[in-house]
C-alpha cells in the first residue's frame, strides 16, 4: 500500500465548477500535511498547508482529518490556470530529520 | 523563484556511467533534501543533510550518494547507471526542519538514461 494515495484523475471540468480532491495518508506519525501543484515539467510548489480546523486560501479550502487519515482539498469556481497537477504530501519527522512523502498526484484540466 | 538553483537542467547518460547532480540552496538554508520523480509519480525521498551531515535516508541503493558543503550547496552522485534513474531530481532547502518548516524546491534536473 501507497504511504500517500489519491485519485490519479483527470479531473476535467468547466470553468467556473467546483473540484474536490481527497487524499489519505497511512504513516499515523505524519506530523503535517500540505497540498503542492506542479505543472507539467516543473517543480512542485506549495499552495497550502492543510489544518485540522480547516483552512481557506481564496478560493481553496483544505481540511484534515487526522482521526481518518483524510486530507482534502476543495477548489471553486474554477479557472483554466488552475489546470495542472495537484500533490498531496504529508511531513514525517523522525529523530534527526524530516522527509515530505507525496502522493502520486491528481490531475486537473479545466476548459472553457 | 524560490532561489533555490540546480544543474545541470537536463542531461542524457549511458547505463553505467556516474553522474553528479548540483543544488545550490536559498541564502540562509542549511538544510538540502533530494528527491526523484519518475514520470507519472510522486517525488521519492532520496535523502537530507543537515550542516553537513546526512540526517536522514529513503529506500534508495547506497549508489545514490551525496554530500553537502560548508556554503550548504549540495551535490547528488548516482554511480552505475540504470534506465529505471531516468527521472526529474529536485532537491529542496529549507531553514532547519520539522513539522512547521517550509521547503522551497529547485526547477529540477531532468535525467534520461539510455
Known amino acids: 500500500r501507497k504511504e500517500v494515495e489519491q485519485d490519479p484523475g483527470p479531473f476535467n471540468v468547466p470553468e467556473g465548477a467546483t473540484v474536490a480532491f481527497n487524499c489519505t495518508y497511512s504513516?499515523?506519525?505524519?506530523?503535517?500535511f500540505f497540498w503542492y501543484r506542479q505543472d507539467c515539467r516543473k517543480e512542485p510548489k506549495l499552495l497550502m498547508s492543510?489544518?485540522?480546523s480547516g483552512n481557506e486560501d481564496g478560493r481553496f479550502t483544505a481540511q484534515l482529518n487526522r482521526a481518518s487519515q483524510y486530507i482534502s482539498l476543495l477548489i471553486r469556481d474554477s479557472k483554466l490556470s488552475d489546470s495542472a497537477t495537484y500533490l498531496c504530501?504529508?511531513?514525517?519527522?523522525?529523530?534527526?530529520?524530516?522527509?515530505?512523502?507525496f502522493g502520486a498526484g491528481t490531475i486537473l484540466r479545466v476548459k472553457s | 523563484e524560490t532561489g533555490v538553483t540546480q544543474s545541470p537542467t537536463h542531461l542524457i547518460k549511458t547505463r553505467g556511467q556516474q553522474v553528479t547532480l548540483r543544488c545550490s540552496s536559498q541564502?540562509?538554508?542549511?538544510?538540502v533534501s533530494w528527491y526523484q520523480q519518475a514520470l507519472g509519480q510522486g517525488p521519492q525521498f532520496i535523502f537530507q543533510?543537515?550542516?553537513?551531515?546526512?540526517?536522514g535516508r529513503g529506500n534508495f541503493p547506497p549508489r545514490f550518494s551525496g554530500l553537502q558543503f560548508p556554503n550548504y550547496s549540495s551535490e547528488l552522485n548516482v554511480n552505475a547507471l540504470e534506465l529505471d534513474d531516468s527521472a526529474l531530481y529536485l532537491c529542496?532547502?529549507?531553514?532547519?526542519?520539522?513539522?512547521?518548516?517550509?521547503?522551497?524546491f529547485g526547477q529540477g534536473t531532468r535525467l534520461t538514461v539510455v
Open positions: 543533510y543537515y550542516r553537513e551531515e546526512e540526517n
Open positions: 504530501v504529508v511531513n514525517i519527522v523522525e529523530e534527526y530529520g524530516n522527509k515530505l512523502v
Open positions: 492543510v489544518y485540522s
Open positions: 504513516n499515523s506519525a505524519s506530523q503535517s
Open positions: 529542496a532547502s529549507s531553514l532547519g526542519w520539522g513539522a512547521s518548516t517550509e521547503a522551497f
Open positions: 541564502s540562509g538554508h542549511n538544510t
